[in-house]
């Protein structure tokens, strides 16, 4: 079992943090079982740091979600499923930064969706963390308001290398995860990624201190994040799309384009979890999905994007999920000083 004794601790270098899923070599080999503690860069590599930095300015676009990683995990084959349990997320600094940038977001014209429409313009929030208060102060960039937020730490991007030798950006959620941006990669819940090539050459990164459901223009409260983990490892039980867990719910995550093909993604994948788990027909799982899922937009802004179907446990007979491995995680979890 894993406790402190076995921790890593991790900090990359910026010329160690790597910008695709796939493509680049190992920044380290682990065993299943380790508990890594590690330090991501925000989204904008750090360079946003007061309102007068504008993202057209500041902002290479080749160079953003910069990645923690990739880590390759001994004994990790293509078909496994790889499960990342996070521990805790932490902000790693006492400012954050969300911004609009011209042509990208949910309410604005894009590359994809053209109109004869200038940009939205290009502005920058930053937020300020009160540690002692758990809150991010939000303050107007175009009024006197100011309010202060709840802290809800999460990770825009998890992920493990494609499958077909293929490198895809870091602002790019598919199959092998990537960046899915849901409030539900959060602490306290487990992710299980289908492993792809051998070592699995998983990696994270873009914190947020809190982020909407859907990102609606774009970007989340962003910050550099320490997050500690637990890696393990299920032989021969690598799902089709990521799935989560926490105490409460099980989730499948389906990232594409349209919005109604990610969700279709999402609701296929639990009806299939589901038969996995209870022995249901797809038809009957297709009913019984049909009147207890919720589901939460996860980003409406990305390359594809995500969507989050979930299952509360509280509705379904008891079950166990990979081997009752995400009970465990939190198990290990609960000794980890």
């Known amino acids: 079992m894993a406790d402190t004794l076995d921790l890593i601790d991790f900090t990359p270098t910026a010329d160690q943090l790597v910008y695709t899923f796939g493509g680049a070599a190992p920044i380290r080999r682990i065993t299943p079982g380790s508990v890594l503690r590690l330090w991501s860069e925000d989204a904008f590599g750090g360079v946003l740091r007061s309102v007068t930095d504008l993202s057209s300015e500041k902002i290479d676009l080749r160079f953003v979600n910069p990645q923690t990683g990739p880590f390759y995990v001994d004994g990790a084959e293509p078909g496994d499923a790889l499960a990342l349990h996070f521990v805790s997320m932490e902000p790693a600094r006492d400012w954050a930064a969300s911004a609009t940038i011209p042509f990208f977001g949910g309410l604005t014209s894009t590359d994809r969706?053209?109109?004869?429409?200038?940009?939205?313009?290009?502005?920058?929030?930053?937020?300020?963390?009160?540690?002692?208060?758990?809150?991010?102060?939000?303050?107007?960039?175009?009024?006197?308001?100011?309010?202060d937020l709840p802290l809800a730490p999460m990770l825009g991007t998890v992920g493990v290398a494609p499958a077909g030798n293929e490198v895809r950006s870091s602002l790019v959620p598919d199959r092998?995860?990537?960046?899915?941006?849901?409030?539900?990669?959060?602490?306290?819940?487990t992710c299980f990624?289908?492993?792809?090539?051998?070592?699995?050459?998983?990696?994270?990164?873009?914190?947020?201190?809190?982020?909407?459901e859907g990102e609606s223009c774009g970007t989340a409260v962003?910050?550099?994040?320490?997050?500690?983990?637990?890696?393990?490892?299920?032989?021969?039980?690598?799902?089709?799309?990521?799935?989560?867990?926490?105490?409460?719910?099980?989730?499948?995550?389906?990232?594409?384009?349209?919005?109604?093909?990610?969700?279709?993604?999402?609701?296929?994948?639990?009806?299939?979890?589901?038969?996995?788990?209870?022995?249901?027909?797809?038809?009957?799982?297709?009913?019984?999905?049909?009147?207890?899922?919720?589901?939460?937009?996860?980003n409406v802004v990305d390359a594809n994007y995500s969507v989050v179907a979930k299952a509360r446990k509280s509705l379904l007979p008891a079950a166990d999920p990979f081997g009752g491995l995400h009970r465990d995680l939190r198990e290990r979890a609960a000794r980890i000083g």
């Not at 594409?256 to 022995?279: F, I």
Request: aromatic share 8%.
């Open 176 to 189: 092998f995860g990537g960046n899915m941006d849901t409030p539900q990669m959060r602490a306290g819940t």
């Open 222 to 298: 962003e910050g550099a994040m320490t997050t500690t983990l637990i890696v393990d490892l299920v032989k021969g039980a690598g799902p089709g799309w990521p799935r989560l867990e926490d105490d409460e719910c099980l989730m499948t995550v389906g990232s594409s384009r349209p919005l109604e093909d990610a969700w279709r993604v999402s609701q296929v994948e639990l009806v299939t979890w589901l038969g996995e788990l209870y022995g249901l027909d797809k038809m009957d799982g297709y009913q019984l999905l049909s009147q207890i899922s919720e589901v939460p937009i996860a």
């Open 113 to 147: 969706t053209a109109t004869l429409q200038d940009p939205l313009p290009d502005t920058t929030w930053i937020y300020q963390l009160d540690r002692a208060r758990g809150t991010l102060r939000f303050e107007a960039r175009y009024g006197e308001f100011a309010v």
């Open 193 to 212: 990624l289908g492993v792809n090539v051998e070592g699995a050459l998983f990696s994270i990164g873009d914190g947020h201190y809190r982020q909407g």
